[in-house]
């Protein structure tokens, strides 16, 4: 029903700046938070940043005052502008959306693929 597609990812050097994108297609109306979780090898996923559609954010202490979530209805895309990377930023990042079903009113979750984020020392 929903489809996302990260982008963005890569190998940078700690300090270095990075911006993901997520794009939502198909059944798009109705998705109102849309999020980044990320999860590092040996750890269990967790947020790191999520946006309502009238642009309400909550972040992870971890990122605070570093990575800004920002979204553009209009293209159905979130983004994710990291700054100041850290070794311990390393994680495949993954976009969340959550869909309001018509009727009903039940939501779903919709999850991408994931990209790569690699921060060196």
């Known amino acids: 029903q929903v489809q996302l597609v990260e982008s963005g990812g890569g190998l940078v050097q700690a300090g270095g700046s990075l911006k993901l994108s997520c794009a939502a297609s198909?059944?798009?109306?109705?998705?109102?938070?849309m999020g980044w979780y990320r999860q590092a090898p040996g750890k269990q996923r967790e947020l790191v940043a999520a946006?309502?559609?009238?642009?309400?954010?909550n972040y992870a202490d971890s990122v605070k005052g570093r990575f800004t979530i920002s979204r553009d209805n209009a293209k159905s895309t979130v983004y994710l502008q990291m700054n100041s990377l850290k070794v311990e930023d390393t994680a495949v990042y993954y976009c969340?959306?959550?869909?309001?079903?018509?009727?009903?009113?039940?939501?779903?979750?919709?999850w991408g693929q994931g990209t790569q984020v690699t921060v060196s020392s």
């Open positions: 198909g059944r798009i109306l109705r998705i109102n938070v």
């Open positions: 946006i309502t559609s009238g642009g309400s954010t």
């Open positions: 969340k959306a959550v869909k309001r079903a018509l009727g009903s009113g039940d939501e779903t979750d919709y």
